[in-house]
């Protein structure tokens, strides 16, 4: 058998290996199984700035973002909560001051998963939000903690918030870039 073959059967077998290990791995290393995974968020923007139309609670930032680059994440049953962030920053709009055009101005970003949660009454809603993690000026950001998620936590959705208000600028979901309505290929 050549290094190809060998390569390549070795490649097919690990999602196999790595599913059949999930509970051990859940069990003794701290990891939970994955809820959600995501690789595109959706800037706040239109109708979803300001108070008008908050999502879960949460009031979109009165400025337009986003994502010029990418946002990518995980969350876990265990809470464990990785948002990788580049370049999420101002839209190039005419509500944004000119001086502010592809930057971010805050020094930190926070994390928030929205879970829907049973009550003795019904369904609420139930917001957790991480610490602050630093954020540059072009937007990126490493956001990593571990959050006690309400139990159950059905329906979950991730924000990137600012680091100074509660106001998000980015959540779990996309637009596509031509407004037909449907999900490109």
């Known amino acids: 058998m050549n290094k190809l073959s060998i390569a390549l059967s070795i490649f097919l077998a690990l ?4 599913l059949a290990d999930d509970s051990v791995d859940a069990r003794h290393h701290g990891h939970g199984h994955k809820i959600l995974t995501f690789q595109t968020m959706y800037g706040v923007d239109g109708p979803f700035l300001g108070e008008t139309n908050a999502i879960r609670g949460v009031t979109g930032d009165e400025l337009p973002w986003v994502v010029n680059g990418f946002v990518r994440g995980e969350l876990d049953t265990r809470g464990n909560l990785r948002i990788m962030v580049r370049g999420l920053v ?7 001051p000119p001086d502010l055009v592809g930057t971010n101005d805050e020094a930190e970003f926070r994390g928030l998963v929205s ?6 009454d019904g369904v609420e809603t139930q917001n ?7 954020a540059d000026v ?4 490493f ?22 208000e509660d106001k998000w600028f980015a959540v779990t979901g996309f637009e596509s870039e031509e407004k ?5 290929p």
């Open 90 to 96: 101002f839209a190039d709009d005419p509500l944004v």
């Open 115 to 120: 879970c829907l949660t049973e009550t003795e």
């Open 15 to 18: 999602p196999a290996l790595s």
């Open 138 to 141: 072009h937007g990126n950001s």
């Open 180 to 184: 037909s309505g449907g999900a490109s």
């Open 143 to 164: 956001i990593h903690q571990q959050l006690e998620l309400p139990n159950p936590c059905v329906a979950p959705v991730v924000m990137v918030l600012a680091g100074s």
């Open 128 to 134: 957790v939000v991480t610490d602050g993690f630093a």
